[in-house]
């Protein structure tokens, strides 16, 4: 057999050890899920690691879409991940059309998942700061040095990665913008591929798999004493997972009975966006298309006062806005607050229904 894909696949089978983790739940959906988060952290390491390396060429991708189904880290079900490959060592520009949705964000990064788990901030712009003209298009340049005028996106000489975030209020009815990423000053000439490059990339491919699968069995195991609780971890700790410095984190995990529902209480700040969403044990949200797993400040029912009420439970209870547990005993849970002008932490109850 060939000696790159034998070890592929040798390494592959080590990242596997996740799922025997003492923390992970042993009924069979948790399980299988788990085999399935496996798969689909693979397709997004392939599809960035092995596709789209050379940052002289580089294009925006995006796995983790509603065909593609990858999942990763507190997704946001309202979000549109995209992301490209490139090199501080290059200057880009990126070219767009607005669409309609409420918010765009450009980060550039440090990806090193595929070391220790951690994606370092070095610049980011969002919508509000770009000029668009009366067709709904923008550009802007992405470089170490900041361009004599126009927009700019700072990258730090070792910057390896620009990430979009684009997000919705109204997932069903809004147009996203669409995006292209040109290198201004690529060098060198073009070399095949070898035997040994496609050694390397999927060395990578499966470094990303392994430093995600461990980065957020992590959190599971941060979150799994505390089931049921909301409070403040310090947002470093979601920031250095690659995380928008305009968003506000809570992040948890929720365990009930099949009795029982959990009744989260919270004021609601003055914001550009907020949501609340169910995920399972390996941090990815529940099946969004199918049921109603998350709300956000379009679908929200708030109280007279102005308050918000979420019911976590397996059935509706009648009140508060139903979040529905889908076949799950427990999990993990996000909530984030956008661009606000407090950080109110919710309380929260388990009840008997």
Not at 7 to 36: H, M, N, S, Y
Not at 192 to 212: D, Q, Y
Request: proline share 6%.
């Amino acid at each position: 057999m060939n000696a790159v894909w034998e070890k592929f696949c040798a390494d592959l089978l080590e990242v596997g050890k996740v799922l025997e983790d003492e923390i992970v739940p042993q009924d069979p959906l948790t399980r299988a899920e788990g085999v399935r988060y496996l798969s689909r952290l693979l397709r997004y390491g392939t599809i960035n690691c092995v596709e789209y390396t050379d940052p002289r060429w580089p294009q925006f991708s995006s796995a983790p879409n509603p065909n593609m189904m990858t999942k990763i880290g507190a997704d946001n079900p309202d979000n549109v991940y995209m992301r490209a490959n490139i090199s501080g060592k290059y200057n880009y520009r990126i070219i767009g059309t607005r669409g309609t949705v409420p918010l765009i964000t450009f980060g550039s990064r440090v990806n090193r998942y595929h070391i220790d788990g951690t994606m370092l901030q070095t610049g980011d712009l969002h919508i509000h700061d770009l000029e668009v003209d009366e067709n709904g298009r923008f550009e802007f340049i992405a470089s170490v040095d900041k361009p004599a005028e126009g927009a700019w996106l700072p990258l730090a000489p070792e910057s390896n990665l620009i990430s979009v975030r684009q997000t919705h209020k109204d997932r069903r009815n809004e147009v996203v913008g669409d995006l292209t990423i040109e290198c201004l000053n690529p060098d060198g000439e073009f070399v095949p591929l070898t035997p040994e490059e496609i050694g390397e990339r999927l060395t990578k491919s499966v470094g990303i798999v392994k430093g995600m699968a461990e980065t957020f069995l992590e959190w599971s195991r941060k979150f799994q004493p505390r089931a049921n609780e909301i409070f403040d971890w310090g947002q470093d700790y979601f920031q250095d997972a690659g995380g928008d410095p305009t968003i506000f984190y809570f992040h948890g995990y929720w365990k009930l009975a099949e009795d029982e529902a959990w009744v989260i209480e919270t004021e609601v700040p003055n914001c550009e966006y907020f949501n609340f969403v169910l995920q399972n044990f390996w941090v990815e949200s529940l099946d969004y298309n199918r049921t109603n797993i998350y709300i956000n400040n379009h679908t929200a029912k708030l109280n007279d006062d102005g308050t918000m009420t979420i019911v976590v439970a397996a059935k509706d209870p009648g009140y508060g806005n139903w979040i529905d547990t889908d076949s799950h005993t427990e999990g993990t849970w996000a909530l984030r607050w956008i661009k606000a002008d407090s950080h109110p932490i919710p309380t929260s109850t388990v009840v008997k229904i």
